[in-house]
């Protein structure tokens, strides 16, 4: 099971940084992501990484946000930078024991078959 943390309420334009562990444990995925889902929308993808080490990014975030593991400290991470109101949502880690070779897998919640506990970002003056 994973558990993401590190939501709060930030100022527009201000940073987060969001974290994701396996309760101590070695991340069981080779692939991970974060996906987010506002109130009354569905799910979306933020951004994933490869087994290789590739980062995927949706476009509303790209170049605001960067996603890393350090499996050192079997942890994912999530930094958001330059937030906007429309940011705010639920933040949910997501992994997957595959490793894909299409671009378009990365992007698919189907794809991932391991999930997280969501953490809230609320991004409001």
């Known amino acids: 099971q994973l558990q993401a943390s590190g939501g709060g309420v930030v100022q527009p334009g201000g940073s987060l940084r969001l974290s994701c562990g396996a309760s101590?444990?070695?991340?069981?995925?080779?692939?991970m992501a974060w996906f987010r889902q506002a109130p009354g929308k569905e799910r979306e993808f933020v951004a994933a990484?490869?087994?290789?080490?590739?980062?995927y990014y949706a476009d509303s975030v790209q170049g605001r946000f960067t996603i890393s593991r350090d499996n050192s400290k079997n942890t994912l991470y999530l930094q958001m930078g330059s937030l906007k109101p429309e940011d705010s949502a639920v933040y949910f880690c997501?992994?997957?024991?595959?490793?894909?070779?299409?671009?378009?897998?990365?992007?698919?919640?189907?794809?991932?078959?391991?999930w997280g506990q969501g953490t809230l970002v609320t991004v409001s003056s």
């Open positions: 101590g444990r070695t991340l069981p995925s080779n692939t």
């Open positions: 990484v490869a087994h290789s080490g590739g980062e």
């Open positions: 997501a992994g997957s024991r595959r490793i894909y070779t299409r671009r378009s897998d990365y992007y698919r919640s189907p794809s991932y078959d391991l």
